[in-house]
């Protein structure tokens, strides 16, 4: 960590406007959001290497798009927290409300407490780490990446999925159409535990169940009877 | 004289041959049937609308020595880059995996030349059609397959994709026989399964989300460039309303004629308006906000000549958006290919499999040696001189209405030749002040 101590974006004398322009023309350097108090949008689209705190609440969308750099959340955040980031990493100290790394395509995304529904919808290759519990639909679609649980989900857990791999520690209310659980194997172990300590949560890897896709929607079936009974008449 | 036996044989109204092979067929797959293009069906069309043309109240314009402007300027309230076009007929979105590297890169050559836009698709942003388009409307989609921030960035404007005409509520749809290697990687899907994308956006829902939605984008873009909205046509005056309360600098309605690359028969067929009801429906929206003209109206849907445009304009259109015409002038359905269409079970003109993969004219397909045989040089300029008698057909009929610009074509100016048509153009039936309902 830089000494240099960090630049203050206030909600009270800056519009979110001026302050999402300073995060995405600054290039280096630590910056705290202060009274942001559910702003929406706030720090989205970041494409460097800053780190971002943002002390308190926030709304939808925030950290949207992150591509590089850090953000912290200090509080809750509404829908669509990190939604389709990148890379770099999102941590949020509170909870957060809906489809928290919807599309997410890379990067970590740590959430300490719990996450509402559809946490890590249609994930494309983020790694998301939740501390707490997920509510239902979460994974729904998950394409690929990683999501972590380490409390209890709600129903249809990963309705859907394809390639994303889900590691659960507590319930499985339910499991969504075509989610099956799958044997943990070594590597998932290695996996689990290297997901685990990037997240800085402290959590035995054995405890966790692995979800994952049956593969049985990959494709349409089509049947084709009048092409078996004139393969039955010529026999 | 009908004969007894003949009168017998008589065919079923209900049950005629069409719906017999469709049952046939249902039993014999247990699969819908999912096909491209747009429906086929005998709908309302623009057709049904005719331009009074000048008469002793108004007074013609010369054709070609006296200017009729065509160009739409979308976004400049909001956007430091508003979105210019030189001609009211923009490239409609389709994507690269249902369509071929070079067809997209036809398709952003023509335009180019005619001084327009085109759109992507459900599955991000190629080098090829960024390259080759020089104004780019990047999609926004529920799947948001290849989404990234550096393709929104990279884009001329954004269109937030809520429906499409061909199948309002249904999400997008790629057959295993089109997700090939790359196709997979730029949707982050394994190879060779039958994708079918989601309908609904994973991150909001309504218009009070898609308000702060577009808020997101605008900040992530910088507010540099417009923001579009496009629902299929259901319901059109709320929609668009809706879509303007949300922010929307253009809001594109997409009519039921409205042509896919992949969807289930029964959805092309049976669900949504078509484009004629829907077009005055969004303006009366525009007109009751008091945003006419100022907010645009991209009409899309069946729009095949510059009779439709001036059509569509004159009901209080911006600008038309164009598919499945583009398409074909680029060179689908080619007679030259007539041998491998009867091969495939049809015939130039009437081929639709586009979700197959087996374009003989190398368009909708991702098969290496079938994509060769497009030369985007040549396909991009017949898109051009297509678009080119589009605007002038359109320039032809605003003239003769006595208009400077396109733009002031107006209802006034159109008559009805059906009742339906009276009613839904809400225009008066030829001959008579007559507008039902009304
Ligand atoms: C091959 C093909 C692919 C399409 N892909 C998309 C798409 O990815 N996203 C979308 O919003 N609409 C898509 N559409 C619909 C068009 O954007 C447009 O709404 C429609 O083609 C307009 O009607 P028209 O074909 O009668 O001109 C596609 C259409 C076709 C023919």
Redesign the pocket.
């Known amino acids: 960590m830089s000494s240099s101590a960090s630049t203050v974006l206030d909600f009270q004398t800056a519009s979110l406007r001026e302050i999402n322009q300073t995060l995405h023309d600054e290039t280096t350097g630590s910056f705290t959001i202060v009274n942001p108090r559910g702003a929406h949008a706030v720090a989205a689209g970041i494409d460097s290497d800053i780190q971002v705190e943002i002390d308190g609440p926030v709304g939808y969308y925030c950290a949207g798009m992150h591509q590089r750099g850090s953000v912290v959340v200090k509080g809750n955040a509404s829908t669509g927290l990190a939604e389709n980031m990148m890379s770099g990493t999102v941590r949020i100290t509170g909870n957060a409300t809906m489809s928290a790394g919807a599309t997410a395509c890379g990067g970590l995304l740590v959430i300490e407490g719990n996450a509402g529904s559809r946490c890590g919808i249609s994930m494309k290759g983020a790694d998301i780490v939740v501390g707490g519990t997920v509510g239902h639909m979460s994974a729904f679609m998950a394409q690929s990446g990683n999501l972590v649980v380490l409390g209890d989900t709600d129903s249809d857990l990963g309705d859907s999925i394809y390639e994303a791999r889900l590691f659960i520690r507590g319930d499985v209310a339910s499991l969504g159409a075509d989610c099956i659980e799958k044997e943990m194997r070594e590597e998932h172990l290695v996996l689990l535990t290297e997901l685990l300590s990037k997240a800085g949560m402290a959590a035995e890897p054995r405890d966790f169940k692995r979800f994952g896709s049956g593969r049985k929607l990959y494709n349409f079936h089509v049947d084709d009877i009048d092409a078996e009974v004139a393969r039955r008449t010529e026999a | 004289m009908t004969t007894p036996a003949e009168w017998a044989q008589r065919e079923s109204h209900t049950f005629d041959r069409n719906v017999i092979a469709e049952i046939r067929r249902a039993a014999n797959t247990g699969i819908y049937r999912i096909r491209?293009w747009?429906a086929k069906r005998d709908l309302p069309t623009l057709d049904d609308l005719v331009v009074l043309g000048a008469s002793m109240s108004r007074y013609p314009l010369e054709g070609y020595r006296e200017s009729c402007g065509t160009d739409v300027v979308i976004g400049e309230a909001t956007s430091a880059k508003p979105v210019r076009l030189d001609i009211p007929i923009t490239i409609?979105?389709?994507?690269f995996g249902?369509?071929s590297g070079p067809a997209k890169e036809a398709l952003g050559r023509g335009a180019n030349a005619a001084g327009t836009s085109t759109?992507t698709?459900?599955g991000g942003m190629t080098q090829e059609e960024r390259v080759h388009s020089k104004t780019l409307v990047y999609?926004y989609?529920p799947s948001r397959y290849g989404m990234n921030p550096d393709d929104i960035r990279n884009a001329d404007a954004i269109e937030v994709?809520v429906g499409?005409?061909?199948k309002p509520g249904g999400g997008?749809m790629l057959l295993g026989q089109k997700i090939t290697e790359r196709v997979a990687e730029m949707r982050s899907l394994p190879e060779g399964i039958d994708q079918r994308s989601a309908c609904r956006h994973p991150d909001w829902t309504g218009p009070d989300d898609l308000e702060i939605k577009i808020i997101e984008l605008r900040e992530i873009v910088d507010w540099q460039v417009p923001i579009y909205v496009?629902v299929g046509a259901a319901r059109p005056f709320y929609d668009t309303a809706l879509a303007v309360k949300a922010g929307a600098d253009a809001v594109v309605v997409?009519g039921m004629?409205?042509?896919?690359?992949a969807t289930q028969d029964i959805f092309i067929e049976h669900v949504g308006i078509p484009t004629i009801a829907a077009v005055p429906e969004a303006v009366r929206a525009l007109r009751d906000l008091g945003v006419h003209r100022e907010v645009k109206l991209i009409a899309?849907?069946?729009?095949r000549s510059g009779a439709d445009v001036a059509k569509a304009i004159a009901l209080g259109a911006d600008a038309v958006?164009?598919?499945?015409?583009a398409?074909i002038a680029i060179g689908d359905n080619d007679p030259v290919y007539e041998d491998e269409y009867r091969q495939l079970g049809s015939t130039a003109g009437l081929w639709d499999d586009?979700q197959a993969g087996t374009d003989p004219a190398g368009i909708?397909t991702q098969d290496p040696g079938r994509m060769a045989r497009l030369d985007p040089m040549i396909a991009g300029r017949r898109l051009a001189n297509y678009l080119q008698v589009l605007t002038l057909e359109t320039q032809t009929i605003a003239r003769a209405c006595g208009k400077s610009h396109v733009h002031n074509l107006e209802p006034e100016d159109l008559a009805a030749l059906t009742v339906e048509a009276a009613a839904m153009a809400k225009v008066p039936l030829a001959g008579t002040g007559w507008i039902p309902g009304q």
């Open positions: 491209g747009g409609a979105g389709m994507s249902s369509l759109t698709g459900d999609q989609l994709v499409q005409g061909a997008g496009k997409d004629q409205g042509g896919t690359a899309a849907g069946g729009i958006s164009i598919g499945t015409a398409l586009f909708t």
